[in-house]
């Protein structure tokens, strides 16, 4: 056994790496720009976004989560829509009733959207808990959680 604080359960080797920093090294952002001119014509740019990652990188990511934003941009959809068929006055009780109905609707799935993505999250908190702790040996493979 080595001096090393933190070994390898199954093979003791001491090439080991928490999950998330293998997860943080082997990913990375790409922006390029290239500028070009033919002849008098007009200079053209071309910019170029996006993300490397390598397979082990990917393999080792975090447990995934939902984003709230979608849900919260559909319930004010759905307000707005609401406040605009409460605030006519020339209808039956003064309300545009398909106006009425849909925003409701929206606001109804975008609250219900909003409650499943945080209760979602919420479950998935202990999971990513768990995959900070996480070590993984690059000489046999194996994931473990020091104790």
Not at 47 to 64: C, F, I, K, M, N
Not at 100 to 115: E, K, R, W, Y
């Amino acid at each position: 056994m080595s001096n090393n604080a933190i070994c390898c359960p199954q093979c003791q080797g001491q090439q080991v790496q928490l999950l998330s920093v293998i997860h943080a090294a082997g990913t990375s952002r790409i922006h390029t720009t290239h500028q070009a001119q033919s002849g008098i014509g007009p200079r053209v740019t071309v910019e170029t976004t996006g993300r490397h990652q390598t397979d082990l990188a990917a393999s080792v990511g975090p447990p995934p989560g939902k984003r709230l934003l979608g849900p919260v941009i559909l319930t004010g959809v759905g307000a707005i829509i609401l406040y605009d068929g409460l605030k006519l006055m020339n209808s039956y009780w003064g309300v545009d009733w398909s106006r009425f109905f849909i925003g409701v609707t929206f606001i109804a799935i975008g609250v219900v959207g909003f409650v499943r993505h945080w209760k979602f999250n919420v479950a998935q908190y202990d999971k990513l808990e768990e995959w900070r702790r996480t070590w993984m040996c690059h000489s046999c493979g194996t994931r473990f959680q020091p104790s």
